[in-house]
Protein backbone atom coordinates (compact mmCIF):
# COMPACT_ATOMS: atom_id res chain seq x y z
CA UNK A 1 0.00 0.00 0.00
CA UNK A 2 0.77 3.56 -0.49
CA UNK A 3 1.10 3.79 3.53
CA UNK A 4 3.51 0.85 3.84
CA UNK A 5 5.62 2.63 0.62
CA UNK A 6 5.86 5.49 2.43
CA UNK A 7 7.17 4.44 5.40
CA UNK A 8 5.48 7.57 7.59
CA UNK A 9 2.57 5.36 8.81
CA UNK A 10 3.08 3.13 12.09
CA UNK A 11 -0.65 2.72 13.46
CA UNK A 12 -3.97 2.86 11.48
CA UNK A 13 -7.42 2.10 13.49
CA UNK A 14 -11.07 1.31 11.86
CA UNK A 15 -13.43 4.50 11.51
CA UNK A 16 -17.62 3.65 11.67
CA UNK A 17 -19.22 4.82 8.65
CA UNK A 18 -21.10 8.25 9.08
CA UNK A 19 -23.95 6.14 8.72
CA UNK A 20 -23.02 2.67 10.65
CA UNK A 21 -26.18 2.13 12.51
CA UNK A 22 -26.11 -1.64 14.54
CA UNK A 23 -23.80 -3.21 16.20
CA UNK A 24 -21.74 -5.26 14.12
CA UNK A 25 -18.20 -6.91 13.24
CA UNK A 26 -17.12 -3.57 12.38
CA UNK A 27 -17.88 -2.18 16.51
CA UNK A 28 -15.71 -4.98 17.14
CA UNK A 29 -12.76 -3.64 14.87
CA UNK A 30 -12.76 -0.34 15.59
CA UNK A 31 -12.74 -0.98 19.24
CA UNK A 32 -9.80 -2.95 19.05
CA UNK A 33 -7.56 -0.70 17.53
CA UNK A 34 -4.76 0.32 16.69
CA UNK A 35 -3.86 -1.76 14.24
CA UNK A 36 -0.32 -1.93 12.59
CA UNK A 37 -0.12 -2.12 8.51
CA UNK A 38 0.43 -5.51 8.66
CA UNK A 39 -2.31 -6.47 10.81
CA UNK A 40 -5.46 -4.37 8.70
CA UNK A 41 -4.69 -5.68 5.22
CA UNK A 42 -7.36 -8.24 5.00
CA UNK A 43 -9.12 -7.45 7.64
CA UNK A 44 -11.26 -4.07 6.06
CA UNK A 45 -13.79 -4.34 4.45
CA UNK A 46 -15.50 -6.03 7.28
CA UNK A 47 -18.73 -7.43 5.55
CA UNK A 48 -20.45 -7.10 2.17
CA UNK A 49 -21.20 -3.60 1.45
CA UNK A 50 -19.21 -2.41 4.52
CA UNK A 51 -18.35 1.57 4.27
CA UNK A 52 -16.20 1.99 7.12
CA UNK A 53 -12.95 3.12 6.44
CA UNK A 54 -9.29 3.10 7.74
CA UNK A 55 -7.24 6.02 9.21
CA UNK A 56 -3.74 6.75 10.11
CA UNK A 57 -3.35 7.12 13.99
CA UNK A 58 -0.15 7.39 14.55
CA UNK A 59 2.58 8.63 12.06
CA UNK A 60 6.70 8.78 12.09
CA UNK A 61 7.50 11.74 14.35
CA UNK A 62 4.87 11.62 16.92
CA UNK A 63 1.76 12.68 15.13
CA UNK A 64 -1.10 10.76 16.72
CA UNK A 65 -4.87 11.28 15.73
CA UNK A 66 -7.66 9.60 18.86
CA UNK A 67 -9.99 7.54 16.79
CA UNK A 68 -13.24 9.10 15.70
CA UNK A 69 -16.04 8.12 17.41
CA UNK A 70 -20.07 9.26 16.40
CA UNK A 71 -21.49 11.68 19.18
CA UNK A 72 -25.08 12.21 18.28
CA UNK A 73 -25.04 11.97 14.30
CA UNK A 74 -21.51 13.93 14.07
CA UNK A 75 -18.21 12.09 13.94
CA UNK A 76 -15.20 13.81 15.86
CA UNK A 77 -11.37 13.26 15.80
CA UNK A 78 -8.90 15.16 17.14
CA UNK A 79 -5.26 15.41 16.97
CA UNK A 80 -2.87 13.85 20.24
Not at 14 to 20: A, E, G, R
Not at 52 to 59: D, P, S
Request: some cysteine; aromatic content about 10%; hydrophobic content about 40%.
Amino acid sequence: TAWQASGAVEEVSVMLSYDHEGEDECDEAADNGPYTLTEILGLVPLHPWCSCTVIATKVKGGFEVKVARKVGKFWYAEAA
